[in-house]
């Protein structure tokens, strides 16, 4: 695996600041080669963002994270114990919300503290916490077809807050919806990464949008996928999503990924 440090770097977090390991990791599909003795650090409570071309493994990766895909070989740690399956201490949000059509919002974000037993109203209260915090107050009771795209997606966020896990896995959550309403949702991200103090793993598309979002950029080369480079932005994020594209700094960062991007973007 060929890895640089950017120059945008911070120093490397000690050993216990990490939340998860990915350790020599390896996963073909028949003769395709989706992950190669990949290896890759994700900092506890800091957002890294998982950015490269279509088809270098980035969903991959993350579904062996959450223990929906089996790995070949190699190591996947999360605090410190091996991931042999889902857990409770990783949440999945997908990105095509995976919503239960016949439940309302709250049974939606309730969902998975239902399957675990807790009672009732204890499941109901913290689903309620959640349903405010990303914005949804009022619609407790709306069912996933009278909601716009961005809304059933931020039912999908505040089931996996929900059920309080650690990590929380996140598949490119913002592509369905429209310009205004993703910046919404990246200045919502932001808060959340640092009100929660979980680790976020959020696979993009969008290079602005990793360089916005993220405490760490792992950029990954095409199949068999590999890190390429590692970016850790230094971005005064207090300036508010409208005005930081404007910032040398920032578009410092995004010429210096697309410089690395471009030669495998067909």
């Known amino acids: 695996m060929s890895q640089t440090e950017s120059a945008f770097a911070n120093a490397h977090p000690t050993e216990q600041d990490i939340a998860v390991s990915i350790r020599g990791v390896s996963k073909n599909y028949g003769a395709v080669e989706a992950l190669k003795d990949m290896s890759l650090d994700f900092p506890r409570g800091q957002l890294t963002s998982l950015l490269g071309p279509s088809g270098c493994g980035k969903t991959t990766l993350l579904k062996i994270i959450a223990g929906l895909l089996k790995h070949d ?15 409770p201490n990783r949440a999945f949000v997908f990105q095509d919300f995976a919503l239960l059509p016949w439940a309302t919002v709250m049974r939606n974000v309730a969902f998975g503290l239902e399957l675990r037993g807790v009672p009732r109203s204890e499941r109901e209260d913290k689903a309620e916490k959640y349903i405010k915090g990303v914005g949804l107050a009022g619609f407790e009771n709306a069912y996933p077809h009278e909601l716009s795209g961005g809304m059933r997606q931020r039912v999908g966020l505040a089931r996996a807050l929900s059920v309080d896990a650690n990590v929380l896995l996140l598949d490119e959550p913002f592509s369905a919806v429209d310009e205004q309403t993703r910046r919404k949702f990246q200045e919502d991200l932001l808060s959340l990464v640092a009100n929660e103090k979980k680790t976020f793993i959020f696979v993009t598309h ?23 480079e590692m970016i850790r932005p230094q971005i005064d994020r207090s300036k508010g999503v409208d005005n930081i594209p404007r910032e040398p700094e920032y578009l410092d960062i995004v010429d210096q990924i697309w410089a690395s991007l471009r030669a495998y973007v067909e």
């Open 73 to 87: 070989s190699g190591e996947i740690i999360v605090n410190g114990k091996n991931v042999t399956g889902p857990g």
């Open 206 to 228: 969008s290079i602005e949008e990793a360089v916005y979002c993220s405490d760490q950029i792992a950029l990954l080369l095409p199949r068999p996928s590999r890190v390429h």
